[in-house]
């Protein structure tokens, strides 16, 4: 009787044990849910298919660094080099995207000009750039005296 009597209490007593452990383990996925973005929306970045065409009296400028950045003076999110044809593209996006990019440029060549960026700061322009998303092609078009020969 006694041992008869024992094994459903054995029974209960490991189906509550483990009924505990799963309780325990469940903080734990919850956690491990909220940190790995279970339910939420993407974030990270990618390359897309987005391109930013810089231009000086309608003409293309080649070799100057785009750098796009979510707030005026914070850290770049990301940046691209334009080619011959005056266009920068393979930029990696963060997602999600913000609602607009603060722009800031640097001419890495000597190719016989140089960006003069105090001219485009005496403009008071702030290049700023709409999200990709909106529109994945966009131009700028750099204000008079901004680029200079050498």
Not at 1 to 17: L, W
Not at 52 to 63: C, K, T
Not at 118 to 138: H, K, M, Y
Request: proline share 9%.
């Amino acid at each position: 009787m006694i041992g008869h009597s024992s094994y459903p209490m054995i029974g209960r007593t490991a189906a509550v044990n483990t009924r505990a452990r799963s309780l325990a383990l469940s903080p734990a996925l919850l956690l491990l849910c909220i940190f790995s973005g279970c339910g939420s929306p993407e974030t990270g970045t990618s390359t897309s298919n987005a391109s930013v065409s810089v231009r000086y009296q309608g003409q293309p400028i080649a070799d100057v660094v785009v750098r796009l950045h979510s707030e005026l003076n914070g850290p770049p999110l990301t940046q691209a080099i334009t080619d011959a044809s005056g266009n920068a593209s393979q930029f990696q996006l963060p997602s999600p995207e913000p609602p607009k990019y603060f722009v800031t440029l640097e001419s890495v060549s000597d190719g016989g000009w140089i960006l003069d960026l105090n001219a485009i700061e005496r403009t008071g322009i702030v290049l700023e750039l709409s999200s990709f998303n909106l529109n994945p092609i966009q131009n700028i078009e750099l204000p008079p005296q901004s680029v200079q020969p050498l």
